[in-house]
T-cell receptor, first 116, second 112 residues
Framework: NAGVTQTPKFRVLKTGQSMTLLCAQDMNHEYMYWYRQDPGMGLRLIHYSVGEGTTAKGEVPDGYNVSRLKKQNFLLGLESAAPSQTSVYFC???????????????FGPGTRLLVL | GNSVTQMEGPVTLSEEAFLTINCTYTATGYPSLFWYVQYPGEGLQLLLKATKADDKGSNKGFEATYRKETTSFHLEKGSVQVSDSAVYFCALSGSGYSTLTFGKGTMLLVSP
């Protein structure tokens, strides 16, 4: 199993450009997440999905859109990139929680994005 | 809302020293607690977890005990190795939908 993979690994954008980050998982997980990691800020949740065709906002959703057309894929889009979106983006996935037991999240290797 | 506070780093230790990284939390209800580790250039991976009060999570020589009375989940290891150098994140579960709230992370640097 490849686990969680992310494409691309690194990208440079100019302000105003758009791009899509792709996350794929082969573990048949119901839940998928997008986080951003910034120095001194830890990980902050952007959007998440609890199943195919569903998405929800996290802590910092502004400037991003997501889609979950297939269970194994979760796309993160930047319609008009801004320098404040320079960050490392991590995708994660997990099984749906059973009762109140939260399932472990599995993370991808990250995408480093630089917006000039 | 939920929040996690970790000690600021970097924590610098010599090999075989004792490690403690403090983590305290604020949450409603009965969250599950986690420690994740991030090695340089990689994504996060689960190190250990505890799902109820007084549970002890352990893995690779690391351990942490879920203390509800002090709302803490401190990470400890008796003898660190150079290969333990990484960033450690404390996290707790949210209410519903399996979301996690992460602390800001603590960098650990272990020298030979």
């Amino acid at each position: 199993n490849a686990g969680v993979t992310q494409t691309p690994k690194f990208r440079v954008l100019k302000t105003g450009q758009s791009m899509t980050l792709l996350c794929a998982q082969d573990m048949n997980h119901e839940y998928m997440y997008w986080y951003r990691q910034d120095p001194g800020m830890g990980l902050r949740l952007i959007h998440y999905s609890v199943g195919e065709g569903t998405t929800a906002k996290g802590e910092v959703p502004d400037g991003y859109n997501v889609s979950r057309l297939k269970k194994q894929n979760f796309l993160l889009g930047l319609e008009s990139a801004a320098p404040s979106q320079t960050s490392v983006y991590f995708c994660a996935s997990s099984y749906a929680p059973q009762g109140r037991i939260v399932e472990t999240q599995y993370f991808g290797p990250g995408t480093r994005l630089l917006v000039l | 809302g939920n929040s996690v506070t970790q000690m600021e780093g970097p924590v610098t230790l010599s090999e075989e020293a004792f490690l403690t990284i403090n983590c305290t939390y604020t949450a409603t209800g009965y969250p599950s607690l986690f420690w994740y580790v991030q090695y340089p250039g990689e994504g996060l991976q689960l190190l250990l977890k505890a799902t109820k009060a007084d549970d002890k999570g352990s893995n690779k020589g690391f351990e942490a005990t879920y203390r509800k009375e002090t709302t803490s989940f401190h990470l400890e290891k008796g003898s660190v190795q150079v290969s333990d150098s990484a960033v450690y994140f404390c996290a707790l579960s949210g209410s519903g939908y399996s979301t996690l709230t992460f602390g800001k992370g603590t960098m650990l640097l272990v020298s030979p």
